[in-house]
């Protein structure tokens, strides 16, 4: 098998850029989605909690959602699709988010970042992972966190937060999990986890691919390792800008961060600064296991081109012996007139002659090792 079909599949990535024309001669805080539709159906999700108790709710409306601003518990909401901007602006304007934030929740396309607000803060990254068919998958994940609410925003279902639900429900007392910061913190950090899968995933698709350039210089490899490429140039979009937004995360003054939580939001931007350096190495891995193919190719060619070059080389003098003979003469008109026309064995001395300059010609080229 040339090469897998798992890093085939694994070469195949979302677009890097995104359209926002839709956006053009739009006032500040116009809620337009931007980018695809990955969800059938907007879907809710939410999770209150205290120290001792637990309730998972999936309400059939937004309206369900909007009691919990103020209640003393911790509420974690989870909202899946952001193509119906109604909801997002309704679950907004409820819970004081800006227009603005608004805005960047819509569109997919917006860079990591954090803004912090008096009373909440909002936090956007990249959640990527691979999906059931090995298929690398990239979906913007808005949070917004105030005192005892936070609001998650997902493009499509599906998400890396299985083990954060997990100990919410297991975990007796909740005490860390009291203080929104720290859900959010876990959230972030389930996303940044996720990150050492999906580059662990292609190491081993980059260290095969390098075995194989090594020994073969087909075309299908090359395609594969164009996907890669691509893949770690969006990695590296995404996660690039998540430094200086868990750094800002860390800086937090507006009182929603307790210091039981900075020295996590430490150990999670080393964690960012670790997987920038990964991607930085894959990318020149990959960088050089294209000058590794472009160099085996050409070198193949100048095997082919030498040996091409040598057949001819062996087939000039043949092919002087051969015009010369085939040229029209006349022995009568005069004895120098091509007399070997007239010789006996004039056929076997031309076949020896021209067997002699080709074989001498082939011994010649190996003497100086250039077969």
């Known amino acids: 098998m040339l090469i897998s079909e798992r890093a085939k599949r694994r070469g195949i990535m979302v677009r890097l850029y995104k359209k926002i024309s839709v956006k053009s001669g739009m006032h500040p805080g116009a809620l337009i989605h931007v980018g695809e539709r990955k969800a059938e159906s907007v879907k809710i999700e939410i999770i209150d909690y205290n120290e001792t108790a637990f ?61 912090v607000f008096d009373d909440y803060v909002f936090f956007s990254m990249k959640m990527i992972y691979f999906d059931p068919d090995e298929q690398l998958i990239s979906e913007q994940l808005s949070l917004v966190f105030g005192k005892n609410y936070i609001i998650t925003f997902q493009e499509k279902e599906g998400d890396v937060f299985s083990k954060v639900r997990e100990r919410l429900q297991k975990t007796i007392p909740r005490v860390r999990f009291l203080h929104t910061d720290y859900l959010a913190y876990s959230l972030i950090d389930a996303v940044v986890d996720n990150y050492y899968l999906v580059l662990e995933n292609i190491g081993e698709d980059i260290e095969e691919l390098e075995d194989r350039i090594i020994s073969d210089f087909r075309p299908e490899l090359l395609e594969v390792v164009h996907g890669l490429k691509r893949n770690l140039i969006y990695l590296r979009k995404a996660i690039w800008p998540l430094r200086e937004a868990v750094s800002g995360f860390e800086r937090d003054e507006s009182g929603l961060l307790h210091d039981i939580t900075r020295p996590y939001i430490r150990d999670l931007y080393e964690h960012v600064i670790q997987i920038i350096d990964t991607v930085e190495t894959f990318r020149d891995m990959t960088a050089g296991q294209l000058d590794i193919y472009m160099t085996g190719v050409s070198n193949r060619m100048n095997e082919v081109m030498k040996i091409l070059t040598i057949i001819a080389t062996i087939f000039i003098p043949l092919g002087f012996l051969a015009g010369v003979y085939g040229m029209n003469f006349d022995t009568s008109a005069s004895p120098f007139n091509m007399p070997e026309l007239g010789m006996k064995y004039g056929y076997i001395i031309f076949w020896g002659t021209a067997l002699a300059i080709g074989g001498g010609l082939f011994w010649f080229f190996k003497h100086k090792k250039w077969l």
């Open 55 to 115: 309730r998972q709710i999936e309400p059939k409306s937004i309206e369900e959602c909007l009691k919990y601003r103020d209640t003393p518990d911790i509420t974690w909401i989870n909202i899946t699709g952001l193509h119906e901007t109604g909801i997002v602006e309704k679950i907004g304007n409820h819970f004081g988010i800006h227009a603005l934030i608004q805005e960047d929740i819509l569109n997919t396309g917006h860079r990591p970042k954090i803004e």
